[in-house]
């Protein structure tokens, strides 16, 4: 994890902690990892490992997918949602409530057009899963 990646993953975490209106030492408790590590992770210091961001990801309502992203795991099997992705390419010049902004308008107009998240479903699309295995 470069020293940018670890920074970008702490203010994010960080982000996170605040909009759920939990303390560093609330989010220790209830995720089970220690208040310090939170601390260590929300300045950069350390690299999260898949155990801790497991942890995190329901405490914080988030995927562990948008987490793993934001951290630099790579996770080809599930894509993290759109603002993690921007978080991700251009946490450093957007800020975090214009960011929030992008995601709450894109879930509003999948709403609208009653998008799934989840993906097509069986015989939605031309490839089926049984064509798959």
Not at 90 to 109: A, F, M, Q, V, W
Request: charged share 25%; proline share 7%; aromatic share 6%.
């Amino acid at each position: 994890m470069s020293d940018q990646t670890a920074q970008q993953f702490g203010n994010y975490l960080r982000h996170l902690r605040l909009k759920q209106g939990l303390s560093n030492r609330e989010l220790a408790r209830l995720s089970g990892i220690d208040s310090g590590g939170i601390t260590r992770l929300e300045k950069g210091e350390n690299r999260p490992t898949p155990k801790t961001l497991v942890a995190l990801a329901p405490v914080l309502k988030v995927s562990p997918m948008d987490l793993f992203a934001m951290a630099g795991y790579t996770v080809p099997y599930d894509l993290p949602d759109l603002p993690t992705y921007l978080r991700t390419m251009y946490g450093s010049c957007l800020p975090e409530n214009k960011i929030d902004e992008i995601g709450e308008y894109l879930g509003r107009i999948l709403d609208e057009y009653g998008a799934d998240l989840n993906g097509p479903r069986d015989a939605e699309d031309e490839t089926t899963k049984a064509q798959l295995t």
